[in-house]
């Protein structure tokens, strides 16, 4: 059980970016992050399925990071030393823009976060501004994706100094966009987007139509045309199965026939 990613570079597929301006959206909730170590604690309005577990709260940090297991909040100052994936606190992280640039603030809110809708699937989204300047997001959908939008972020180069990515809250896997290290040039250019997926597949129920035999169920090579009904479900809906495959064993050690749906 896992996550791929894609970004907004080539090859395809190419993320388009479209980021969700929530600050001044009546509904958008604006944290009071005085305490520079602030830890804010919010619900998603759902239950997220992240790594296998599904969770209904998540715990943000001034500093563009989160986990949906709780830590302390002073963990999240430890930028500069935790890699992903590791079993160093803080556990579960999910870094956005994880660096020294947090969102301090005495006069003003800098952390906004909102349950609303897309496209008539329920999210969950958090946007940092953080003190040193930058504007970005992380969305988290019901059906388990999760997006990264940067309009635009305090470090330069891009990403240098700052950890991007995701892990399990065990910290036994995950994936690493970037790591606290000096960069020579850009990791990407602003407005990008990143996705977290999940790609599940479940195959279920195969059935021949207008088999042969006593029971129904042989078919002859060269018979007829043979019609077969398969339940095919993916994490992310129909629209994102390409192809099936349905393999077929024979009785007698030929080999074995595959048919391919498009």
Known sequence: YGYRYVDGHQ?????????????????????????WQALLEASLGFDFNYYGQPYSKVYISTYGAMSFVENSASAFSNY???SIPSTQ???GLIAVHWSWHNCYTTSRDR???????????????????????????AIFYEGGMIKFHYNSVP?????????????KPDGSTGHSISRYTWRQEDLFT?????AFVIEEVKIDNVRLINGDGRWGDTIYAGSKKYHFQVD??????????LNVMIELGSLWGQENIKLYYS
């Not at 190419?14 to 005085?34: K, M, Q």
């Open 89 to 91: 606190s803080p556990r």
């Open 111 to 137: 952390v906004f976060t909102l349950q609303t809708e897309i496209d008539g699937e329920k999210v969950f989204i958090v946007e940092w501004n953080p003190q040193s300047g930058g504007k970005f997001q």
């Open 80 to 82: 500069y030393s935790k």
């Open 155 to 167: 470090s330069s180069p891009v990403a240098s100094y700052t950890t991007i990515g995701i892990e």
């Open 232 to 241: 095919a479900t993916h994490s992310r809906g129909a629209d994102n199965i």
């Open 11 to 35: 090859p395809e597929p190419v993320l388009e970016f479209s980021y969700v301006d929530i600050r001044d959206h009546p509904n958008a909730v604006g944290w009071d992050t005085s305490n």
């Open 190 to 194: 602003t407005p990008f987007a990143i």
